[in-house]
């Protein structure tokens, strides 16, 4: 029986695939959270599991968005009267909504072919993105030096662009901040870009926040995952990495690969999971990447930023355990400059807090990693969300969105640049 209802989810899939996507007929539904009982918390976490049905966005303890498969619609509904729990259809038909979305970006990367720069009218490709950092450092070869860190699993090259005000001083402190760790928040790798944007092209106005301190920035971590959700609109809400992870799955999430207190809570040990944390710790050639830099920065690292999406938050250590560090204080008075900056320029709200209490429990990532192999100041920033899948801020967005995450690092590194100055 098992079997062949297989058979029958195949077709049903291939079928849909000619006809339109896979995800044709999807629904967002948005839960009210606030309100819910352990019991219909356990009952989510338990439907959740059933991941080509529910595919959990976020919950915030506020709200809760699902994606739910057609077929589990009727019982979901049942499931949510049952429990009287309100909720709100946020998204009629995933897939209408990718489609639109996916030809408005093919579109849009015609009319705005790579020529050098990279603007905000549009996303690009990793290969752009490393193009263009490569310009950047041939443009100002005293300023701006690029580095081959490693490579994808599939072999993609992947870069680190540093950042100075070219005075040739060495061992200045250090900003390290990476974007596109999880494949389908695509504002990450484009707020990360306009970040070297204002850094490199826009350098007089920010002399301060390169006189004593070098940024070092790795725009597309998971390159692999990042392309594949470029393909087309069946793969737009990848996650993982793309290293086969069992015989029927694909993927780790690289952001629960570190070996800190890995395959702990907030981990799964599923390889079907969007959260699997990989058969080991490091298992993934795009986490090694970045445990390496990290050590190789840590003596001079002040502050690493991981850029995703979305949520609104500014989260800090410890991200396994729902325990603060010593320090606390130094990494809320960082956060909240970065939040109080962006609620002063454009009234957007970010919550800043220790990852555990604010989100769930996230073991073995990266930023924990890096606050425990010295980096004194360590967050994970979740962009808004945006367009109607959430993870799809429309391309008219981006200019918005990344103009406003930039006036939070901004902040953030004023503030650290402060709080420790080159010794
Ligand atoms: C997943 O959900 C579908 C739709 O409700 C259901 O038919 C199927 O039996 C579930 N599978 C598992 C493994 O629970
Ligand atoms: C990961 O943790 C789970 C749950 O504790 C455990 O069953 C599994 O064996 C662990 N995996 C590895 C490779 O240690
Ligand atoms: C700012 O946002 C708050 C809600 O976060 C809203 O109540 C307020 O009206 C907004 N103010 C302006 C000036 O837009
Ligand atoms: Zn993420």
């Known amino acids: 029986m098992k079997i062949l209802w297989f058979a029958v989810f195949w077709l049903g899939l291939t079928l849909s695939h000619v006809e339109g996507g896979v995800y044709d007929g999807f629904k967002i539904y948005e839960l009210a959270t606030k309100s819910r009982s352990t019991g219909v918390n356990l009952l989510l976490s338990e439907l959740v ?15 809760a ?11 979901f509904i049942e499931l949510l009267t049952g429990h009287t729990l309100s909720y709100k259809i946020v998204n009629h038909d995933v897939g209408l909504t990718l489609r639109r979305q996916f030809e408005t970006n093919r579109m849009l990367r015609n009319w705005y072919p790579y020529q050098g720069r990279l603007g905000t009218e549009r996303y690009y490709s990793q290969e752009e993105i490393n193009q263009y950092i490569e310009q950047l450092a041939q443009e100002h070869p005293s300023r701006v030096f690029i580095k081959t860190v490693g490579k994808s699993y599939e072999g993609r090259w992947l870069k680190t662009i540093r950042i100075t005000n070219g005075d040739g001083r060495a061992n200045k402190n250090v900003i390290l901040m990476d974007g596109g760790f999880h494949a389908r928040e695509w504002i990450s790798p484009a707020a990360v ?11 007089e ?10 940024w070092v920035i790795l725009p597309v971590v ?3 995952g990042y392309e594949y959700t470029q393909l087309s609109e069946d793969t737009r809400f990848w996650r993982k990495t793309r290293q086969p992870s069992s015989v029927e799955c694909i993927g780790t999430d690289p952001n629960r690969n570190f070996g800190f207190h890995w395959n702990e809570t907030g981990a799964s040990s599923d390889p079907c999971a969007e959260t699997y944390a990989g058969p080991r710790a490091f298992s993934e050639p795009e986490a090694i990447v970045v445990r390496d830099l990290i050590h190789s920065l840590a003596d001079r690292g002040k502050m690493y930023l991981t850029v995703h999406s979305y949520g609104n938050y500014i989260l800090y250590p410890w991200g396994y355990i729902d325990e603060l560090p010593d320090t606390w204080e130094d990494l809320d008075e960082v956060g909240r400059a970065g939040g109080d900056a962006i609620k002063k320029a454009t009234n957007t709200t970010y919550q800043v807090g220790c990852s555990t209490t604010l989100l769930y429990a996230a073991a073995g990532a990266s930023d924990d ?8 100041i360590s967050f994970t920033m979740e962009l808004p969300a945006g367009g109607p899948d959430f993870f799809d801020p429309p391309a008219s967005d981006i200019d918005r ?9 901004e902040a953030m590194a004023r503030k650290v640049i402060e709080k420790y100055p080159l010794n």
């Open 65 to 75: 968005h699902i994606m739910v498969h057609p077929e589990a619609q009727p019982e």
């Open 401 to 409: 969105l990344v103009k406003e995450t930039w006036v939070g690092i």
């Open 369 to 376: 990693y890096a606050f425990n192999a010295g980096f004194p």
């Open 49 to 63: 599991k059933n991941e080509s049905y529910y595919d959990l966005y976020s919950d915030n303890g506020a709200a």
């Open 193 to 203: 870009v306009y970040a070297i944007g204002e850094l490199v092209n826009n350098y």
């Open 205 to 214: 106005a920010h002399a301060q926040l390169l006189l004593d301190y070098d």
């Open 222 to 224: 998971n390159a692999d």
